[in-house]
């Protein structure tokens, strides 16, 4: 008779413990795609938070001196490139008209397709801040220019430049 009281015991202990163990596994399912939601819509906000800094800059019309306050705000951005596309002038190259900037100083830039307003492969250097600012420059941003600012994306869909036409 002990026997069978202690295999009683025994034999419900399981069932109660078995019971416990897939009534959780029940509620684990039915909130993995709640989870799964709320992790995605966090992830969605955080990018648009970390986007907004660029919100100023998204198919605006900016003019020259908005350009040099982007240069200055954005250096601390490690391998974030500024593109300008100044109006033609006479005398002008290319090289003078389309050029590439990079706020925090390393020099260089992603090559870029200024026709196509995307990244191509290779780099290409940039000018600084005193070169923009020099009136007698040959890459002198006007403060009273007009450009339309578009943001780029990379391959990641982070922005990673900022490409200035002149309007």
């Given at each position: 008779?002990?026997?069978?009281?202690?295999?009683?015991?025994?034999?419900?202990?399981?069932?109660?413990?078995?019971a416990?163990?897939?009534?959780?596994?029940?509620l684990?399912?039915?909130?993995?795609?709640?989870?799964?939601?709320?992790?995605?819509?966090?992830?969605?906000?955080?990018?648009?938070?970390?986007?907004?800094?660029?919100?100023?800059?998204?198919?605006?019309?900016?003019?020259?001196?908005?350009?040099?306050?982007?240069?200055r705000?954005?250096?601390?951005?490690?391998?974030f490139?500024?593109?300008?596309?100044?109006?033609?002038?006479?005398?002008?190259n290319?090289?003078?008209?389309?050029?590439?900037?990079?706020?925090?100083?390393?020099?260089?830039?992603?090559?870029?397709?200024?026709?196509?307003?995307?990244?191509?492969?290779?780099?290409?250097?940039?000018?600084?801040?005193?070169?923009i600012?020099?009136a007698?420059?040959?890459y002198?941003?006007?403060?009273?220019?007009?450009?339309?600012?578009?943001?780029?994306?990379?391959?990641?869909?982070?922005?990673?430049?900022?490409?200035?036409?002149?309007?």
């Amino acid at each position: 008779m002990e026997n069978i009281a202690s295999f009683l015991k025994t034999t419900i202990s399981i069932l109660i413990t078995l019971a416990i163990i897939s009534s959780g596994l029940f509620l684990w399912g039915k909130t993995q795609p709640v989870v799964e939601l709320a992790n995605s819509q966090a992830a969605a906000q955080a990018r648009e938070l970390s986007e907004q800094q660029y919100s100023a800059f998204d198919n605006q019309i900016v003019s020259g001196s908005q350009i040099l306050t982007a240069y200055r705000r954005y250096e601390s951005q490690q391998g974030f490139c500024l593109y300008v596309e100044k109006p033609y002038a006479n005398g002008q190259n290319e090289a003078e008209r389309r050029f590439s900037m990079n706020p925090s100083g390393e020099g260089y830039c992603r090559a870029f397709d200024y026709s196509g307003a995307k990244f191509k492969e290779g780099s290409e250097s940039g000018v600084d801040e005193e070169e923009i600012s020099n009136a007698s420059g040959q890459y002198y941003i006007s403060p009273q220019a007009r450009y339309r600012a578009r943001l780029i994306k990379d391959n990641n869909e982070r922005i990673a430049a900022i490409f200035f036409v002149a309007e």
